[in-house]
């Protein structure tokens, strides 16, 4: 199914397999971290609920690694949305090649030549 050509948006631009695998790849790893986080959340809350001094000094921990990947779910969804927009932007041109990406997610910038 890699490298079929999927019409997937209202304007009906194009995306070829490769950026749905990227989109794909850059969600589940979305998904990963906040499963993680909710393992993380739930034993945050049994160590306050504890109240066991080694319990609560282990929170500290836990809450910067809740913390640091939140920053990495703002990471990915900030590169996806910049990929998207470089996507459309290059669509928009009316290039019939443009928003396509490259294997590694990021759009391929094509300018056109304007004659006259």
Known sequence: MEGDVFSGFS???QIDGK???TFQKSFV???????Q??????EINQNHQSKIPNNL???VGLIKELNNNIRRVVDLYADLSTSYTRSMEVSS???????TFKSDGK????KRIRSG
């Open 11 to 13: 304007n009906g631009t």
């Open 19 to 21: 950026v749905l695998h």
């Open 29 to 35: 790893q979305v998904q990963d971290i906040l499963d």
């Open 37 to 42: 986080n909710r393992l993380l959340i739930n």
């Open 57 to 59: 000094s282990r929170n």
């Open 93 to 99: 041109e009316g290039d019939s090649s443009a928003g």
């Open 107 to 110: 759009a391929t910038s094509q």
